[in-house]
Every structure is written in structure tokens, then in C-alpha cells.
């Protein structure tokens, strides 16, 4: 018998707004100016394989399934649709939430 996945009950938003990017100034124009470098470091901050670098050909589809694993990671509110839009028409403000998440799940351990 296959089993079958409950989603949990109790997701959180993010903690930092969609757009709030300049909220962290510097990561801002990382964001707008070298999309892929903050994606790599996004990558290995989530632990990710090496390969999964080559994404970086397009950062909003490597944002766009980084931000899949922290949701299922983190218990974060929303899904694949919600990600989508956010990435393609908001591309640098949503790397800038995910990054801020990210440094803020870092900093609490």
C-alpha cells in the first residue's frame, strides 16, 4: 500500500514580506546585479548538490525550486502556483525574501 501525504497543519508565512528588499540593502543588489551568485549561495546554504548549480543558467527556476524546499523544510505557507508567479514576475524580490529566510533560519541555530 502506498502512503499517503498529509500536509502539515501548522505552516507559517515568511518572515520577511515579498517585498521587502530593501529591508537588506546589500542583498538587494546582489539580487538585481548578480542573480547567480546569490542563488549558489543560497544553494549551498541549503544544501544542495553541486550540480544543482547549473540552474543557474536561470535563476528564477533555481529561486523557484529552492524556495519549494524551504516550504517543505520549513513549514513555510504556500505552494508551487504561489512561487511561480512570485518568481516570474518578481524574480529579484523573491531571491531577496528567500535569501533574508535563510540567513534568519541560519542565525537561529
Known sequence: MAAIYTAPTDLRPFKFGLF???GD???CLFAFLLPCLLVKSNA???AEHPLF???CL???LATWL????LRLTQNVQGDLLDD???????SPCALVQLTR???DIQAGK
Open 20 to 22: 521587502d528588499c530593501l
Open 66 to 69: 529552492l524556495r519549494q524546499k
Open 53 to 55: 548549480l547549473c540552474c
Open 84 to 90: 511561480c508567479w512570485q518568481v516570474m514576475c518578481f
Open 44 to 46: 549551498e546554504a541549503m
Open 101 to 103: 529566510e535563510i540567513k
Open 58 to 60: 536561470s535563476p528564477p
Open 25 to 27: 540593502i546589500n542583498t
